[in-house]
């Protein structure tokens, strides 16, 4: 299976994927992107994020730009 | 169901955590290898209630002491590749893992299971994104029946009830407008009549 790259930034500050998932394809991937921003979104402390700067763009093996997924505006 | 962690001796899940930092996902990345070793021996040592975001952050990701969860989501967003990196040595590399270590959503301690035993899909599953489809529906596997709890079997002869009893109400109202109507012609042409 490809192995797909998760960096997560907005305009200031990146957090680089290291270890990046196997998927299936392309959809298995957006899916894991949406976990990880529901992941992220849902943690214990209350946070002042503005959470509509920060996306996630999902890279393939070669670290090429493959699709970028937005954050939503707000945990519901 | 998971064990309860307490079954899990800590010899057990020390020998786990270094065969789950040779897996490849921890090898690829030191930085989830520091978070999982700081997580799983602090919880060892007792000091699970400690392990917050910021202790995380400067003690397991070499981050200052000025570090702000609530601006920086770094933990946040390295929580969640943990998890995944669990999953994916858990459903690819299991040899030799007896323990089955999780960190479910919502905080960062973690959870020990023996092995013997199937995951709380439950517990691990992360909290659904709001006004989209859970992101992981997809990869569950479809039940191979639908049968409603006793719940459910309430509500749904309180359903049928109610759609019987507004048939019943119609039907009265019709049977009695029609009753009505037929005498209120023989009156009408009456009226006409003068």
Redesign the interface.
Known sequence: MPRFFFDIMDSTQSVPDEAGLECRDLGEAHRQAQALIADAMNGPEATRIDWRAWRVEVRDEAHGLLFTVPFPPRVG | MFTPEDEVPAERVVETLEVLLRTP??V?????ARFLRFVVEEELAGRGTTI??YTIATQALGRGPDFD?????????????L???LE?VYA?HAEGVEVRVSVP????RPRFGTMEAAPDIAEDA???????PP??A??RPAPAAVGFTPRGQAAVIALLAGILLVLCIDLGLTLSARMGGASAVPRDIAVRGR
Do not use: T
Request: aromatic share 4%; charged share 30%; net charge positive.
């Open positions: 996902p921890f690829r990345s030191p930085k989830l917050k975001a969860p609530s601006l920086d989501p770094s933990v946040r967003v390295e929580a969640g590749r998890r995944r990196a994916e690819q959503v919502g905080g960062y992360p909290a659904p994104e709001p006004g989209a992101p992981r997809a990869d």
